[in-house]
């Protein structure tokens, strides 16, 4: 699954006009002293690291979401730049201010991961990038964004995925223990990519948001499958969840909703140490936003009409106005007003 640039169409055009920031840079260009690929790293770039959730995917027949799935980086809430669509991303919103660069790096089954861990064969066919691979791809890039937006481990709290039996009934023990292991797995992923912030020259933010609202999110699936039961024809692949996700069964998905919350709180608290670390004049900075975490899912047409798992055009809308809203103060210190 590769990532996936794209800039501002209309970019030249809006960087001719003498009162942009830019119009120097365009000028060099057009006087031969730079080249289309320099112009265009002059601009801001914003990238997307994250799984399904920041993708337009719904899942169908294995071989149907695999294709669907191997280059699906635009219909989701952070990019849509199609003027048609339903989908007022936070890419669009982010036009309407500035000509940049959004790099999508997020893929389908994306997870926060472990040192020589075992990819499923799904996975592989797909080859998903998880965590450590999309930063690996940012911090190898010739250009390194100026905001950078993390969205990714709701598949780590699929909690009874190879859960032991005896601990589907007591599970206590083992939440608390994933609750433990993504922290540790996420600080050892976040760390070399504010690392590589801090040796740029220019003014990084990196946002972390928390995971996805379970709690609302799984009341707008309780709507689904009721829909679904009255009429059999609605939500074709409803069951196909099951599939990927064990944990989202309606008799397991309680723990999902208290290990999110607990997963929420460790990111929280992760965000606070990494930003004691760094100094008060830091060209980074680092935020924990609670935005996709508080956002309302709890309706079904926010949930696509063919799985009812993944968010539907109205349902990206959704994240993307929770998401852009938080936005601000990072966009005030990178200089995006």
Not at 59 to 64: E, N, Q
Not at 152 to 165: E, K, S, T, Y
Not at 314 to 337: R, Y
């Amino acid at each position: 699954m590769k990532s996936r640039s794209v800039v501002s169409k209309d970019f030249l055009k809006r960087i001719s006009d003498p009162k942009s920031r830019y119009y120097s840079d365009y000028l060099a260009y057009r006087r031969g002293e730079i080249t289309r690929r320099q112009l265009i790293s002059r601009l801001p770039h914003v990238a997307m690291i994250g799984d399904s959730v920041c993708t337009g995917i719904h899942v169908t027949t294995r071989w149907s979401t695999f294709w669907r799935a191997r280059d699906r980086h635009d219909g989701n809430w952070f990019l849509e730049l199609n003027p048609t669509s339903e989908i007022q991303s936070v890419s669009r919103r982010l036009e309407a201010m500035t000509p940049f660069v959004a790099v999508h790096c997020a893929g389908v089954g994306a997870m926060v991961d472990a040192e020589g861990e075992r990819e499923t064969r799904f996975r592989r066919i797909l080859g998903t990038r998880n965590f450590s691979g999309q930063v690996n791809q940012l911090v190898h890039a010739d250009r390194f964004p100026d905001l950078v937006l993390v969205s990714i481990g709701h598949n780590n709290v699929d909690w009874a995925w190879r859960c032991p039996p005896a601990e589907l009934e007591q599970s206590g023990q083992r939440l608390q223990r994933q609750r433990g292991c993504v922290r540790e797995l996420f600080a050892r992923r976040l760390r070399p990519l504010i690392q590589h912030a801090r040796q740029q020259r220019h003014r990084v933010a990196i946002i972390v948001f928390g995971l996805i609202n379970f709690e609302s999110y799984f009341r707008g699936r309780e709507e689904v499958e009721r829909l679904h039961t009255a009429d059999s024809k609605l939500y074709p692949h409803l069951e196909t969840t099951y599939q990927y996700l064990t944990s989202f069964r309606p008799a397991l998905r309680g723990n999902v909703i208290r290990l999110a919350v607990m997963v929420n709180d460790e990111l929280r608290s992760m965000i606070d140490e990494f930003n004691r670390e760094l100094p008060a004049d830091s060209n980074v900075r680092l935020r924990y936003s609670e935005a996709l975490a508080t956002a309302d899912l709890s309706r079904a047409e926010l949930l696509h009409d063919v799985d009812g798992w993944h968010a539907s055009a109205k349902g990206h809308n959704v994240l993307a106005e929770a998401a852009f809203e938080d936005l601000k103060p990072s966009l005030k210190f990178i200089k995006i007003v």
